[in-house]
C-alpha cells in the first residue's frame, strides 16, 4: 500500500462547481497534511495546509481531514479555468527516524468553460 | 520572496556519465531536498538534509548521491547516469516550525540520459 494515495484523474468539473479532491494514507500517527498545486511545466506551490480534524477554509479553498479515517481532501468552490492543474497531497510523516513529507502522486484537476 | 534556485533547467546526458545537479537556496533554511517527479508516480523523496554535512537517504536513494557542504548549497550527484534516471528533478528548501513546514520549489531540471 502506498503511504499516500491520490486518484489520478483527470477530475473534469464545468466553471462554477465545486471540485473535490480526495486523499487517503496510511500512518495514522500523521499530524500534518498540505495540499500543493502544480501548473503545467511549473513547480508545485502550497494552497493549504492543515493539522487539526474537521474544516480549514480559505478563500475558495476548504480543506477537510479525518484522521480516524485517514482521509484529507480538498474542496474547490466556484472553480475556474485557473484552477486546472496537478493538485498533490502531501504527508509528514515519521520514517526512518526522521520527519518526512511524502507526496501523493496527484489529481489532475480540468475546469472548463 | 524565498528563491530556490537550479543550475540547469534542461540537461542532456549520456549513460555512464557522472552529473552534478546544483541547487542553492538564499533563504537561510535549514531544510533541503531533492524530489524527482515522474508521470503517475508524483514526487519521490530522493535525499534530504536537514544541516550542513547531514544528509539522509529518502526513499529512492539508490543510484545518487549528495552534498552539503554549505547551508544554501545543496547538490545532487549520479554517479554513473543510466536511462532511468531520465526525469524532472526538483530541489526545495523549508524551515520548520513545530509542525508547520513550507517546501519551497526551484523550477526543476528535467534530464535526458541517453
Known amino acids: 500500500q502506498k503511504e499516500v494515495e491520490q486518484n489520478s484523474g483527470p477530475l473534469s468539473v464545468p466553471e462554477g462547481a465545486i471540485a473535490s479532491l480526495n486523499c487517503t494514507y496510511s500512518?495514522?500517527?500523521?499530524?500534518?497534511f498540505f495540499w500543493y498545486r502544480q501548473y503545467s511545466g511549473k513547480s508545485p506551490e502550497l494552497i493549504m495546509s492543515?493539522?487539526?480534524?474537521g474544516d480549514k477554509e480559505d478563500g475558495r479553498f476548504t480543506a477537510q481531514l479525518n484522521k480516524a479515517s485517514q482521509y484529507v481532501s480538498l474542496l474547490i468552490r466556484d472553480s475556474q479555468p485557473s484552477d486546472s492543474a496537478t493538485y498533490l497531497c502531501?504527508?509528514?510523516?515519521?520514517?526512518?527516524?526522521?520527519?518526512?513529507?511524502?507526496f501523493g502522486a496527484g489529481t489532475r484537476l480540468a475546469v472548463h468553460p | 520572496d524565498v528563491k530556490v534556485t537550479q543550475s540547469s533547467r534542461y540537461l542532456v546526458k549520456r549513460t555512464g556519465e557522472k552529473v552534478f545537479l546544483e541547487c542553492v537556496q538564499d533563504?537561510?533554511?535549514?531544510?533541503m531536498f531533492w524530489y524527482r517527479q515522474d508521470p503517475g508516480l508524483g514526487l519521490r523523496l530522493i535525499y534530504f538534509?536537514?544541516?550542513?554535512?547531514?544528509?539522509e537517504k529518502g526513499d529512492i536513494p539508490e543510484g545518487y548521491s549528495v552534498s552539503r557542504e554549505k547551508k544554501e548549497r545543496f547538490s545532487l550527484i549520479l554517479e554513473s547516469a543510466s536511462t532511468n534516471q531520465t526525469s524532472m528533478y526538483l530541489c526545495a528548501s523549508s524551515f520548520l516550525q513545530g509542525t508547520n513546514e513550507k517546501l519551497f520549489f526551484g523550477s526543476g531540471t528535467q534530464l535526458s540520459v541517453l
Open positions: 492543515i493539522y487539526s480534524n
Open positions: 538534509s536537514y544541516d550542513v554535512k547531514m544528509k
Open positions: 533563504m537561510d533554511h535549514e531544510n
Open positions: 500512518d495514522r500517527v500523521s499530524q500534518s
Open positions: 502531501a504527508v509528514r510523516l515519521f520514517s526512518g527516524g526522521y520527519n518526512k513529507l511524502i
